[in-house]
């Protein structure tokens, strides 16, 4: 697998969860009646946007860019409401408000990636206001981003994260929907939904842990490993003590082995093509909400480590290379925040690639190799040719890994 992020993780708190044998949520982590934990990004953002729905009584009109995840796409089909597409700028990789037809949506989805917030946030926001259309910024891969001093956070009245392995704050699997206005409707939507069963949250944790150190320098390889059924059983046999972590290390590494992932490949498309796999909405439980709660307020204090990296890797690449774009990180009266992933762009970027790898430094396209809207039946109509900014950066996007410690070494290697 190319890693686009790898995440800090705290291994004795990890262990710590691991361990232990029952519990709930403690009162103190049920005290913010805004924030709503689920086992992933799209299940909160379905829940929300399904809840809507069903409050209008109408299948609402999304508004979302078409570089994005395509479970951004899966959950607003899910939850029975209709996506309208709009082009990015490719400098800042999310939608201008020139950009935006308001007059053809109810609900505006805002994507800030790589930790950059949309530079014209807050007039796209008055715009909303002006017309009411409601807001919900997606903040997967962007934490305490700032235009005029102010987070996003406290800007946003509604806000998700996603906890993925790949995101600045990871539980492996889960995310959260922040939403500004206390309504008893959500608190009770929200506790009727079935949570994770204990025994998930502890595979989870124990899969963040197994992957965190296969991804290190010492054992990462640029395979391309799956979270499939093999890794599964791998996580299982682990979580209940049957092998060691050790054991379980080795077997992950074998799995990522030129013959097993040729099988798990086909054996993997072949089960994608036979069943619909549909998102299963469930709220986040005690170890993985616990676990969050102890990490998330140590992102604030590493930020300056990280613009640091990316200045050096701003530096490198005009240095390097003069056929590429470096986007402007800091424009204005935006502030962005740190993120393990640096996006390059490049006309042709498997030349800049072979000339990284073959100095050991891992560098991939972006795993975005689609625009948002390819592959659901429902959405073939859409001309791909009208957002022609999103469908460049599908081709022309180079992730550097900023979460690789040794990456400096061997940069200053290359002539």
Avoid at 136 to 165: A, K, M, N, V, W
Avoid at 168 to 193: A, C, K, W
Avoid at 243 to 268: D, E, H, Q, S, W
Wanted: aromatic share 14%.
């Amino acid at each position: 697998m190319f890693v686009r992020a790898r995440p800090k993780i705290d291994r004795e708190k990890l262990h710590a969860l691991i361990d232990t044998q029952s519990g709930s949520i403690p009162d103190e982590l049920l005290t913010d009646r805004n924030k709503f934990f689920f086992n992933s990004g799209r299940s909160s953002l379905k829940w929300y946007l399904t809840y809507l729905k069903n409050k209008q009584n109408k299948s609402l009109v999304v508004g979302l860019q078409a570089f994005t995840c395509s479970v951004v796409t899966q959950a607003v089909l899910e939850s029975g409401n209709k996506p309208y597409y709009f082009d990015v700028d490719k400098k800042y990789f999310t939608t201008l408000i020139g950009q935006i037809d308001f007059n053809k949506i109810d609900i505006l989805i805002l994507s800030h990636l790589y930790g950059i917030p949309n530079p014209d946030y807050l007039l796209i926001k008055e715009k909303c206001k002006e017309l009411d259309i409601g807001i919900i910024d997606d903040l997967s891969q962007t934490l305490f981003s700032r235009i005029d001093h102010h987070c996003l956070e406290e800007l946003s009245d509604c806000y998700f994260y996603s906890f993925g392995f790949d995101k600045p704050v990871s539980t492996m699997n889960g995310g959260m929907i922040f939403i500004r206005n206390d309504d008893l409707e959500l608190q009770e939507s929200y506790h009727s939904i079935k949570p994770e069963s204990f025994n998930k949250e502890k595979s989870d944790l124990v899969r963040l842990l197994l992957y965190h150190e296969i991804t290190s320098s010492m054992n990462y390889t640029q395979e391309r490993r799956l979270n499939d059924r093999v890794d599964a059983l791998i996580v299982y046999l682990a979580r209940r003590k049957i092998i060691p972590m050790n054991a379980a290390m080795a077997l992950l590494k074998l799995a990522g082995t030129k013959p097993l992932l040729i099988f798990r490949k086909i054996f993997n498309s072949w089960v994608h093509r036979i069943f619909s796999i549909k998102i299963n909405v469930q709220r986040m439980g005690y170890l993985k909400r616990t676990y969050f709660q102890h990490v998330y307020p140590q992102f604030q204090k590493d930020k300056k480590f990280y613009y640091e990296i990316k200045e050096k890797t701003v530096s490198f690449f005009k240095k390097m290379f003069k056929d590429i774009q470096i986007p402007d990180y800091v424009t204005g009266n935006i502030e962005p925040s740190w993120y393990l992933r640096f996006p390059v762009l490049a006309k042709d970027p498997k030349t800049v690639i072979e000339l990284l790898s073959d100095n050991g430094i891992e560098a991939g396209p972006y795993n975005w190799d689609r625009l948002s809207f390819e592959g659901f039946r429902e959405l073939q109509h859409l001309n791909k040719d009208n957002y022609i900014n999103s469908k460049q950066l599908t081709c022309e996007i180079i992730n550097i890994p900023n979460w690789d410690d040794n990456i400096w070494k061997r940069l200053s290697n290359i002539n």
